[in-house]
């Protein structure tokens, strides 16, 4: 594949000027995102209209644009907080709660959630119900499937096989390591399926497949959650699909071969991006399979340093209301 079809375009860069009016705005929300979601979601959306303009339109556009065919939104010199604590590697988490005083990072996803007209949810068992979480390296994950490893993390859909998958991924850079060759790596899902062979695509649309739980949900002390006996890699009728490579697996020989087939087709589809400090990409999970590839190592301390933030978000929050734990809104019990 030519660069010239794997290219990510920026689709939206703060002024200097619209970075300093939006970080000084978002340094006005007083609330804690992790100790008090529900206030912050509120003071966020007091803030949102007074946010840049030109950004305000660009967020209303965003949500409209068709995410079959461009399930990413990029935009740079996004506003983040000012001082970045260095976290330990042994518990990042802990660390972030007790070393992070100012939320802009957090405040810029929330006020990108609310302007796009998306909810941002929460999983009991991803950082016990947090609404907002670290791509940080953490010791015990430096060698699993996670945000939090040092290593390459394969393609995958977020919450692949769970009863409630995230209909976006938002992601904030706070600390590059250009000392490191690191990529983020997305497959759009529209140009995966159509390398495909009818027969292959019909293989991968029946229930002959399985996805152990993640290594992130999996870790969970909260809750144990299991995942289906089976399930189809594409959704019948639907440019989306359901994989986590390296861990979904073909349940016969035939549905093995057109699963290989498929995370083929992944890599040769392959677009990657280096993030700097203030990028932001917001992407569809369902229409895009994502990961990061690891190539180089010159500085593992870098490395272990390097911070992105992430939530998840969906455009109808109250249909998955069922599923929210009884005195916590919006945090699925599961
Ligand atoms: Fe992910």
Not at 42 to 62: G, K, M
Not at 198 to 220: A, C, K, M
Not at 259 to 268: K, Y
């Amino acid at each position: 594949m030519t660069s010239a079809t794997t290219h990510i375009a920026t689709d939206f860069t703060f002024s200097d000027q619209e970075n300093r009016q939006a970080t000084a705005i978002l340094l006005q929300c007083e609330s804690n995102p992790y100790r008090d979601y529900a206030s912050f979601r509120e003071d966020i959306s007091n803030l949102t209209e007074t946010l840049p303009s030109r950004f305000q339109v660009y967020c209303l556009d965003a949500a409209q644009r068709d995410m079959e065919t461009s399930p990413l939104a990029v935009m740079t010199n996004c506003p983040i907080d000012v001082h970045l604590p260095i976290f330990g590697s042994i518990d990042p988490l802990q660390d972030k709660y007790t070393m992070k005083s100012t939320f802009v990072a957090e405040g810029f996803l929330e006020s990108y959630a609310q302007l796009t007209g998306t909810s941002t949810l929460a999983h009991l068992t991803v950082n016990d119900g947090d609404f907002f979480h670290d791509i940080y390296p953490k010791e015990s994950m430096y060698d699993k499937q996670s945000a939090k490893t040092l290593k390459t993390l394969k393609f995958h859909r977020d919450f692949p096989t769970h009863f409630v998958s995230p209909d976006f991924i938002n992601t904030i850079t706070l600390r590059d390591t250009p000392e490191n060759d690191v990529k983020s790596t997305f497959a759009y899902t529209r140009e995966t399926l159509a390398t495909l062979s009818p027969s292959d695509i019909q293989i991968l649309s029946e229930p002959r497949f399985h996805t152990p739980v993640d290594d992130s949900s999996g870790s969970s002390k909260k809750l144990s959650i299991t995942s289906p006996t089976s399930h189809s890699v594409v959704i019948p009728g639907r440019c989306e699909v359901r994989i986590f490579e390296g861990r979904t697996r073909g349940l016969d020989e035939e549905s093995q071969a057109a699963l290989d087939v498929f995370v083929c087709a992944l890599h040769a589809v392959k677009r990657t991006r280096i993030s700097a400090p203030g990028d932001a990409v917001s992407f569809s999970n369902r229409h895009v399979v994502h990961g990061r590839e690891v190539n180089a190592i010159n500085d593992e301390a870098s490395l272990r340093h390097r911070w992105l933030m992430k939530s998840h978000t969906v455009t109808d929050l109250e249909s998955y209301g069922a599923h929210f734990l009884e005195d916590r809104y919006g945090v699925v019990n599961g």
